[in-house]
């Protein structure tokens, strides 16, 4: 065959297979939202789901899936900003900065289901901390804490230099520049990034099985005592999430509706990732505005 | 100068506690890494050396009868069942992710990149519960109807994971041929080259470790996913003799009977055993990614 | 500490050698830098010269493996040696880079955010502090009605009169110049050479700068370095007018660098 005729035929293999993986995404997105959508309603959303009757809804475990997201986020953040600030500013290369580098790869790559056995060792028998919100999160802690700092690091990596430089030239200590001058600068990737792994952290399941738990006691929404077993915030009741239901649903759901559940409860979760997508790119857009146009400050 | 005589002055103190915070925040993650290590292992290994099983049953056994009155405890149908998917998977989905990345990089730069990019964002965001209903109500149904079998099998499991890890092959790949200096493409080009000789026999060629790199990250990623393939696989604890027959991996066995077996029996050791063949199977992949980074240096 | 220098000026260099490594970026200078001049540093890319600027407020402490030897006197102390609290030292000595480089931060923090971080409290302070700082760096004028807006919203000859108003809100004795206009376009440059024979009536600048016209326009003494050591030093009029060495009529003619 004349080489003419070769690359056109590879040029259009390379064509067609791109745009299949184009055409797997629109039939997964359309699949799930055409099988999901028509099962949403505000019903479904909040009522508690039925064991064995039809026209159960996802109402508590919508609620402990962004419950304990928060809760994750709120111990993460504040831990991988230490670390990666550390990363980014401070660590000098060297043997110990390989150490933890390796470390922050090891963690990062743990499959999540070995992620939740150790917080059911450790967590939850161990520190007999039961299955319970409190358990998924520090099991989430651990499966998200990497990939926030390598986030963090990052985001200060990209701040110009000289920021820092003017920071030591005004007579600021080390800390206060990382934390005042750069840190602002940074916030907006950090921000985008953390949305981002949020999207990971609401569909997450294997890690939350053996720690949150598989159940959802019944819950009474109004009642805000986070010490009484029955109210939503408390972080010591056990909390199925939503990724977790899907899986539940599908491998041992007696309801008759089990597979419209799961279809309407994939439909939300997906519908939620989704959104985190575009947040994150659209907070990122508007921040870097606000940051570098002449608009109006403090 | 005045600042000798206090040594301790308001930076000073700023520094101090910044400094302690990031050492806190690295402590704690090489504390995690550790008392992960210890502790699967430790859970792991007493299936050996407790439990008296030995190592050779453990990894070569075929019969898998936890609960019988002689219990035995070979793990060979998981393993090489957590192989087989994820080699398979592979297989599948790396021809595909670097058409993707060509024709994002190569083929059409500019649109492709813009056309892509999101695509294999939101492919990688979707949970993998999701994944797992989706294999189930469509991947399932259609392998039943067009092979022998049950639809649910080692076939189902590697479809649904070739696509969860085609974003990862993808998105390294693209990188690394994006970095691709232009010189040596234009070079090809000028001696006469078409576009799919200097692709196959200049491009391709010199990414390869890097592309390699993608691949080995996206089998790490199959190998520990444990509930998408859960939910297709079938989970019947066999070596399969053809790809349509029901199978299990680690993760899936992992992932079933966790919560059905009591601490410190010797089935839910074994589990436990498995657990310490996936973290040892991480440190392979993470030490193996490693390699090829270093080989692509020089 | 509280050795005397034998000084003939309150701040000088003495023997000063920079090492990236093993590598002797600069060897042995001894510069002195006197009350209310001008000194410009001149010299081939690579000449030592920016490094050594930026030794004068130990900012070489914070790239790794960066060494020095010699003493820096201020005021007869050393700030060269071990135990010299860097950071106090740095408030004394302002530096302008070549990049503009004003902090995300609007116009009036800008400026204020080094008085506060040194104790300056009450708005009615920190208002003075601003005001003055932007009129000493001629800039008042043009953003006194937006004091408000983001200080990435100037233009970049804006940015580096807000870059040297920064510097001067801490009151320095000392100013450090790196390039501070070869980023500029002509008419911000002019702006910024007036301003710096201004700051001189009441502080001591350094300035490193690659154009020769700029050198002779703004300065009283020049150096030439090349390839790290020190080759003139004089009176500006005279290294111009007629150098002692060779390399440096060269250099200043603009045969090489």
């Given amino acids: 065959m004349k080489p003419r005729t070769v690359d056109k035929i590879a040029t259009s293999l390379i064509v067609f297979f791109a745009l299949f993986i184009v055409a797997i995404l629109v039939g997964l997105l359309g699949y799930i939202l055409f099988r999901g959508l028509s099962h949403i309603s505000w019903d479904f959303l909040t009522s508690a789901p039925q064991k064995i009757r039809a026209g159960g809804g996802v109402g508590p475990q919508l609620f402990n899936s962004l419950f304990l997201l928060v809760l994750t986020l709120i111990i993460t953040v504040p831990l991988g900003l230490g670390a990666g600030i550390f990363m980014a500013e401070y660590a000098r290369p060297g043997k110990l900065t390989g150490f933890i580098r390796l470390i922050v790869e090891v963690l990062s790559s743990f499959p999540s289901i070995v992620v939740g056995l150790f917080g059911l060792l450790l967590i939850v028998n161990y520190f007999d901390l039961g299955f319970s919100m409190i358990s998924g999160a520090l099991a989430l802690t651990v499966f998200n804490l990497p990939l926030m700092v390598r986030i963090t690091e990052q985001a200060f990596r990209s701040v110009p230099k000289q920021q820092k430089e003017a920071g030591f030239a005004l007579g600021l200590s080390k800390w206060k520049i990382v934390t005042t001058v750069l840190f602002p600068v940074a916030l907006p990737t950090i921000i985008t990034g953390t949305i981002l792994s949020a999207g990971r952290v609401f569909g997450e399941a294997a890690a939350l099985m053996f720690t949150a738990g598989m159940s959802s006691p019944r819950l009474d929404f109004t009642n805000w005592n986070p010490l009484s077993p029955s109210s939503p915030l408390n972080p010591f009741r056990p909390a199925e999430t939503l990724a977790v239901h899907i899986w539940k649903v599908n491998s041992e759901g007696l309801a008759p509706d089990a597979v419209e559940i799961a279809a309407g409860a994939s439909a939300v979760l997906v519908i939620t990732v989704l959104l985190f997508n575009l947040g994150a790119r659209f907070f990122g857009r508007f921040i870097y505005r606000k940051l570098t146009a002449s608009k109006r400050m403090n | 100068m005045k600042s000798k005589k206090s040594r301790l002055e308001k930076h000073h103190i700023e520094d101090l506690v910044g400094r302690s915070y990031m050492a806190f925040c690295v402590l704690l993650l090489i504390v995690i890494i550790i008392s992960m290590v210890y502790f699967v292992a430790s859970k792991g290994l007493s299936t050996f050396i407790t439990g008296g099983v030995s190592v050779g049953e453990f990894f070569f056994g075929t019969k898998w009868a936890p609960e019988a009155d002689t219990p035995s405890f070979g793990a060979f149908p998981f393993i090489s069942g957590s192989f087989l998917v994820t080699l398979l998977a592979a297989l599948i989905a790396s021809p595909l992710s670097i058409c993707a990345a060509l024709f994002m990089t190569e083929i059409v730069p500019g649109w492709g990149k813009k056309l892509l990019q999101p695509v294999i964002e939101l492919l990688a965001g979707i949970p993998s519960v999701v994944y797992g209903f989706i294999g189930l109500s469509v991947i399932v149904p259609f392998l039943r109807d067009t092979f022998p079998g049950q639809g649910i099998g080692v076939a189902a499991g590697a479809l649904v994971l070739s696509v969860m890890i085609l974003p990862t092959i993808t998105s390294v790949a693209a990188d690394a041929l994006a970095a691709l200096p232009q010189n040596l493409k234009e070079s090809s080009f000028a001696l006469g080259a078409t576009r799919w000789q200097t692709i196959s026999r200049v491009i391709l060629p010199t990414t390869m470790p890097s592309i390699m790199t993608g691949v080995v990250l996206g089998m790490a990623r199959a190998f520990g996913e444990a509930l998408a393939v859960q939910m297709v696989i079938g989970n019947a604890p066999f070596v399969p003799k053809s790809l349509f027959e029901s199978a299990s991996t680690l993760t899936s066995v992992i992932t079933l009977s966790m919560g059905n077996t009591t601490m410190g029996s010797s089935y839910n050791n074994a589990l436990w055993s498995m657990a310490l063949v996936l973290m040892l199977m991480t440190f392979a992949f993470v030490g193996l990614v490693r390699l090829l980074e270093r080989r692509n240096k020089i | ?257």
């Avoid at chain 3, 740095?90 to 609007?106: A, C, D, E, L, T």
């Avoid at chain 3, 050479?193 to 326009?217: C, D, F, G, P, Y």
């Avoid at chain 3, 004089?234 to 009529?249: G, L």
């Fill in chain 3, 1 to 257: 500490m509280g050795a005397i220098a034998p000084v003939r000026e309150s701040f000088q260099t003495e023997d000063l050698s920079i090492f990236y490594g093993t590598y002797e970026a600069v060897k042995g200078i001894s510069l002195p830098f006197a009350q209310n001049t001008v000194t410009a540093l001149i010299g081939p890319s690579g000449c030592g010269k920016s490094t050594f600027l930026r030794s004068l407020n130990r900012m070489n402490d914070e790239i790794s493996g960066s060494t020095t030897k010699g003493n820096i006197w201020i005021d007869g102390i050393d700030i060269n040696a071990p135990g010299t609290d860097v950071i106090k030292l740095r408030q004394k000595i302002g530096m302008v880079w070549q990049k503009p480089n004003p902090f995300y931060k609007s116009i009036y923090d800008n400026i204020a955010f080094g008085p506060k971080y040194h104790g300056i409290k009450g708005k009615k302070a920190l208002d003075e502090i601003v005001e003055s700082s932007l009129r000493r760096a001629a800039l008042w004028d043009e953003v006194k009605d937006r004091l408000k807006d983001s200080a990435l919203a100037l233009s970049g000859g804006q940015q580096q009169r807000l870059c040297i108003a920064r510097a001067l809100s801490v009151n320095p004795q000392i100013l450090l110049l790196d390039e501070p206009a070869s980023a500029l376009d002509p008419v911000s440059t002019g702006k910024v050479e007036e301003l710096i024979k201004e700051l001189k009536e009441e502080l001591r600048i350094v300035i490193v700068t690659h154009n020769m016209q700029q050198a002779a326009r703004i300065s009283d003494y020049t150096a030439y370095f090349y390839l790290g050591t020190l080759v003139e030093y004089d009176k500006t009029e005279k290294v111009f007018s007629n150098p002692e060495n060779q390399m440096t009529q060269e250099y200043i003619m603009g045969r090489f660098g």
